[in-house]
């Protein structure tokens, strides 16, 4: 992630109303019949798996992807397969209202940008963010720009030590920089 910047395409995490899905919980982002599987690699084909309309995410999933999704997204256990099936589909950041507390600490802890964002109600609600659309965010300024339909939006920057952690690729590698320091 260059200067703090992320690009991507948007998946839009809506119900058949079209409204954005709140309280996903971790078991239907990924679900406890997969935790037997150890392998990083090996999640991200279960991602969304158990959340209804959206189980074949994982297929249709590209690196560099950012999901936008309802708030309190990752309520629920502290299940640190909920964010690794994310990563290993290569899913670029998360934008939500607000996440579920143990969720967004393992999320930063991971490298897994989370951004909270509670203008992206609005937004879908209004059609300025849908599925498919290119989206710009800047996690050093908290500026984010719907790239395909020229709207820009705002949302709290990271802090210094959230965007350090990130970018060292998690807690362990970020404590690894300091104890070279």
Known sequence: MKEGLIQGRLWVLTNDQGRLIEDIDTDQIYH??????TDRRLMGQY??????GW???????KPGDIIIAGRNFGAGSSRQQAVDCF????IAAIVAPSFGAIYF??????ALPV???????????????ATGDEVRLSLLSGEGENLTQGIKFNFPPFSGVQLAI???GGLFAYAHQLEKR
């Not at 406890?32 to 599987?37: E, F, K, M, P």
């Not at 189980?55 to 999933?61: G, L, N, P, T, Y």
């Not at 600490?105 to 991971?110: F, Q």
């Open 115 to 129: 951004i909270r964002c509670p203008a992206v109600e609005n937004l879908v609600a209004n059609g300025q963010l």
């Open 32 to 37: 406890n019949a997969y935790l037997h599987i």
């Open 87 to 90: 990563l290993a589909l290569g």
């Open 105 to 110: 600490r393992n999320a930063v802890n991971s």
């Open 55 to 61: 189980e074949d995410f994982a297929r249709r999933a």
């Open 166 to 168: 990130i970018q060292a």
């Open 47 to 52: 991602a969304l798996g158990n959340l209804a």
